[in-house]
């Protein structure tokens, strides 16, 4: 029960302590907003995912996007997390041996 009440509480608040999302404001008028990452132009009212995995939307003032992918804890010091940009996911494999997986605890967004 304490392991639960603990995950939720770091699952509260991980958006305010890893800032898993950005906004910027855009000028009035703006037809367009640029991904800082890839620096493509998206209408607005568009929806993307960019190199980074990262899941972003043009609002008329706004353009936010948010992390797509996860951020991976409680695998030992003989573990590494691998990411995957062009599928978007991940695998937690041993430095020495990767075709070994390693367990972890927990996967917060």
């Not at 367009?32 to 132009?41: G, I």
């Not at 209408?43 to 990262?54: E, L």
């Amino acid at each position: 029960m304490r392991s639960a009440v603990l995950v939720l509480g770091l699952c509260a608040l991980f958006p305010l302590l890893c800032g898993a999302c950005f906004r910027s404001q855009l000028e009035e008028g703006a037809t367009h907003c640029q991904d800082e990452t890839d620096k493509t132009w998206h209408a607005v009212g568009s929806s993307w995912r960019n190199s980074r995995c990262f899941e972003c939307s043009c609002e008329t003032n706004l353009m936010s996007c948010c992390e797509g992918l996860a951020t991976v804890t409680g695998y030992s010091d003989d573990c590494v997390v691998k990411y995957d940009y062009t599928k978007c996911t991940f695998e937690v494999i041993n430095k020495n041996n990767p075709s070994e997986e390693c367990e972890y605890e927990a996967v917060l967004k």
